[in-house]
């Protein structure tokens, strides 16, 4: 079906805020749930957040909840994080995978396609 694919990455200061996005294939987009998770240096990749096929259910970690917002526009393909209040415990390689679930999937193993990261770097 094809890997996801991220963009929007960069370097910025804390409390400044960034915007992700991911597409897919029309059909790797459309049949699965969207997730986005992060991996810091020395650390295991972490959940993020993970939007519902229809958009209409996210779920979020404990450490990005009402700073962060993940949505998906149908027209596009497109997921997007819309990160805010940045602070640099979020510096880390953001990757965005699909995942064939009933229930929503918050593990790693949960997901059938990942794309390559894209680096977030919070400065203080």
């Known amino acids: 079906q094809g890997q996801p694919v991220e963009s929007g990455g960069g370097f910025v200061q804390a409390g400044d805020s960034l915007r992700l996005s991911c597409t897919a294939s029309r059909r790797t987009f459309n049949n699965n749930f969207m997730g986005w998770f992060r991996q810091a240096p020395g650390k295991e990749r972490e959940f993020v957040a993970v939007?519902?096929?229809?958009?209409?259910?996210?779920s979020y970690s404990d450490s990005v909840r009402g700073r962060f917002t993940i949505s998906r526009d149908q027209a596009k393909n497109t997921v997007y994080l819309q990160m805010n209040s940045l602070k640099p415990e979020d510096t880390a390689v953001y990757y965005c995978?699909?995942?064939?679930?009933?229930?929503?999937?918050?593990?790693?193993?949960?997901?059938?396609?990942w794309g390559q990261g894209t680096q977030v770097t919070v400065s203080s």
């Open positions: 995978a699909a995942a064939n679930r009933v229930g929503l999937p918050t593990r790693t193993y949960d997901y059938d396609y």
């Open positions: 939007i519902s096929r229809s958009g209409s259910t996210t």
